[in-house]
């Protein structure tokens, strides 16, 4: 996994907002909104980071159909950036830059633009980066796009035969 | 529990023996779950703060947990007019997701992370209730040895093990401690319980402060069931019944001080919804405790700017309890998520120090630890029914400290020392001993280049050469930070809690503790509101 100092230093600032895999969230309905509404917090290019991210790390299948992609993770995740502090807001942006042109150097393209496979390769690599910073930043990330797909209603209802008091009930 | 190395195999399971307490012997003061599912709410104490306002009272409480909230008990007992201040929300906001809970419920939203060694998340509660509202109630009481070592350090025979047992008996039979029932155990705790039988270990179903608990699995949301005694059920509602006032949502910025003299606190009100800082607080106070944890309190000191007053201890000495976590998958069904949060434990003899003890955590969360993402996303999925863990903490030799960055935030900085990580992988290798007794398969753990693993021993050799900035790290039990001490130079507060540095300062929260616990600390925390709140009291 090649990546620029630039884009290693803006990963490592942002793993202190991450790494704690508990920030904030979460309205109610973030996943109902129109295809076309505003986002509060996100620009359109780091909506596409976030959804890109969410397709890497959870694709659907037997298990759950829902795909990561088609999870809304982007309203998710615009909705927990207007919960937190200015800070933690500014590094978790700034991680999605650098992971949206760290792909450059790693697979070739930006991040958005990859093929879905690519992406994948991509933020695998970087959850098993040798450099813990980096790997905690990612798994941080993760973490709290997972919290967002594990409440999705499409996903809530099977997790609640699991943890059923946690979800869905 | 360093010190109980050396000990015969009986003095050693009699030691073990007294960090449960009586709990659970006939007898034992149970008070009824039903009164506890039915408490006075507390929020009835909450009164609004409109507009800027000043007002005197003779004691003011920073900080609503279980440290604040044994305290304002105390003092209320006692007959003073007493009003505690919280940051977080009046009402509990439990959802059915941990972001969520995050969001309301933990300090700086759950992104509080120490550098040092490593990245390591650092996690506290706030609201009424504090951590106590998101913790899963473990009721330990730390070993003879500490305490004792407590009651030698600072000259003090009444922080001896058995002078302090009245007071654990007291706190524990508000709380409703009593070992983790059969009947809501769930197979996560049994399948630990079966593994620590079949290698003859002590340990068992664990003491935690859940009277009415039903083994729904997501103490770390809140419970929803309101069967946790945590503190805005059980010591808060008590204190309000003797006069306690209570303003949630203010945050406590600053402290009056005039000439070396405290006379009250500076808040703001904030906006448990949105964090907008509203109407000005002014309270003046004869006596002012902090309890706003052992991150709160130093990072509050130091944001005031006080720090270096109280001694050159102040946000020193951070102790955490760090540990790591396995993840194993059986060829049973375990439903993690059924059953008591965590509620098996035990004890190695070859590892003093070292607390293993069920793990849960969300579902995403024990994926990604597993590293069942991608490609093995939907893989990990299928194996959620079938998936069990344990983590361990270790009473750390390690250190770090806390101070405030210039907008509030806590500075934080953890140091490990290489004894406590050789301990956490001796530890885990015990664990997964433990869980492959008990029936589990595959081994997974959170740490940077150790692959799956069906062989304790096997484990053990890729655990070897690892440093701890492989492993992904999480603690959730900060102390030590403003530490008691028999003189400015040893510590920030005397014996009974009393700042040195400052006149009419105390401390109140598990940022007293002299040492490292061992045990987790909401037990201790309670003990020690309990002693400063009434020693203050006596003061008069």
Redesign the interface.
């Known amino acids: 996994m090649r990546l620029s100092r630039r884009h290693l230093l803006a990963l490592i600032g942002a793993a202190g907002a991450v790494a704690a895999a508990g920030a904030a969230t979460v309205g109610l309905n973030w996943w109902d909104q129109a295809a076309d509404a505003p986002f509060g917090a996100l620009e359109a290019e780091e909506a596409a980071v976030v959804r890109a991210v969410g397709a890497a790390a959870f694709p659907g299948g037997p298990s759950i159909a829902l795909h990561g992609r088609d999870a809304d993770l982007d309203r998710f995740f615009d909705v927990l950036l207007l919960a937190l502090p200015a800070t933690q807001r500014k590094l978790l942006k700034l991680l999605l830059h650098a992971l949206e042109y760290g792909a450059v150097l790693d697979q070739g393209g930006r991040l958005s633009a990859l093929p879905e496979q690519q992406q994948r390769a991509f933020v695998m690599g970087l959850l098993g980066h040798p450099i813990s910073e980096v790997r905690g930043a990612m798994q941080g990330l993760v973490v709290l796009l997972g919290m967002g797909y594990t409440t999705h209603p499409e996903v809530a209802p099977i997790m609640a035969t699991w943890h059923r008091c946690g979800y869905g009930q | 529990m360093s010190e109980l190395k050396g000990l015969s195999p009986e003095a050693w399971r009699r030691a073990i023996a007294e960090t449960i307490g009586p709990c659970g012997q006939p007898g034992y003061p149970t008070p009824d779950p039903l009164a506890l599912l039915q408490p006075a709410p507390p929020a009835a104490g909450v009164e609004a703060v409109p507009t800027d306002r000043e007002v005197t009272v003779e004691v003011v409480v920073v900080g609503g947990g279980p440290g604040g909230g044994s305290a304002a008990l105390a003092l209320c007992a006692a007959g003073l007019d007493v009003l505690l201040l919280e940051e977080g929300p009046a009402r509990s906001y439990f ?9 309301y419920h ?1 300090q ?6 120490a ?1 040092g060694s ?2 390591m ?1 650092i ?1 506290a509660g706030r609201g009424l209730g504090g951590s106590s509202l998101v913790n899963s109630a473990l009721s330990f009481r730390p070993p003879r040895q500490v305490l004792d070592h407590w009651a030698s350090l600072l000259d003090d025979p009444t922080l001896s093990f058995d002078a302090l047992q009245p007071l654990y008996d007291e706190v524990s039979g508000i709380v409703g401690v009593g070992i983790t029932r059969a009947e809501i155990s769930g197979e996560n705790n049994d399948l630990i319980v079966r593994g620590i039988e079949k290698l003859g270990l002590v340990g068992g179903l664990a003491p935690r402060g859940t009277p009415g608990c039903v083994g ?3 103490c770390y ?1 809140g419970c ?2 309101g069967g946790k005694g945590s503190t805005n059920l059980t010591f808060l509602p008590r204190a309000t019944q003797l006069g306690l006032r209570i303003q949630a949502e203010v945050k406590v910025e600053g402290l009056l001080v005039e000439g070396g003299v405290v006379r009250g606190v500076r808040a703001v009100t904030v906006d448990p919804h949105t ?1 907008a800082r509203g109407a000005t607080l002014t309270v003046r106070a004869q006596q002012v405790v902090l309890s706003a944890g052992a991150v709160g309190t130093p990072r509050l000191l130091w944001h005031a700017g006080l720090g270096p007053q109280l001694g050159p201890h102040t946000g020193e000495h951070l102790q955490v309890h760090p540990g790591s976590t396995i993840v194993a998958i059986c060829d049973h069904e375990v ?4 059953g008591a949060t965590q509620g098996a434990y035990f004890h190695h003899p070859d590892l003093p120090g070292v607390l293993p003890h069920t793990f849960s955590a ?4 024990c ?2 630890a597993a ?1 069942f ?3 093995r ?2 893989e990990g ?2 194996l ?2 079938r998936m069990c863990g344990m983590l361990l903490m270790v009473s750390d030799k390690g250190e770090g400290r806390v101070r405030a960055f210039g ?1 509030g ?1 806590a500075d934080l900085v953890y140091n490990f020392a290489d004894e406590d990580v050789d301990r956490i992988k001796r530890g885990l290798v015990e664990v997964a001993k433990v869980l492959q007794a008990g029936g589990a398969k595959d081994l997974y753990v959170p740490i ?1 280049g150790v692959p799956m693993s069906r062989d304790p021993e096997a484990l053990a050799a890729h655990l070897h050469d690892r440093t701890i ?2 492993f ?1 790290l ?1 603690a959730a039990h900060p102390m030590g930070t403003c530490r008691m001490g028999a003189r400015i130079e040893d510590g920030v507060v005397d014996r009974q809690g009393r700042a040195f540095g400052l006149e009419n300062l105390w401390i109140a929260d598990a940022s007293v503790f002299p040492s490292s616990l061992g045990v987790n600390p909401q037990l201790s925390t309670m003990v020690m509101g309990t002693r400063v709140g009434r020693a203050l009291a006596a003061r008069g």
Do not use: I
């Not at chain 2, 959802?95 to 969001?103: Q, S």
């Not at chain 2, 700086?108 to 992370?113: L, P, S, W």
């Open positions: 959802r059915k997701n941990y972001a969520h809970t995050a969001r933990m700086e939203a759950g992104t509080m992370v550098r490593a990245m998340p996690a729904c699995g997501v949301f929803p069931s964090g439903q993690m998520w059924k969300p579902p995403e969360a994926l990604v590293g993402l991608g490609d996303w939907q999925l299928a959620l029914p907008d935030r940077h900035r492989d992904t999480y």
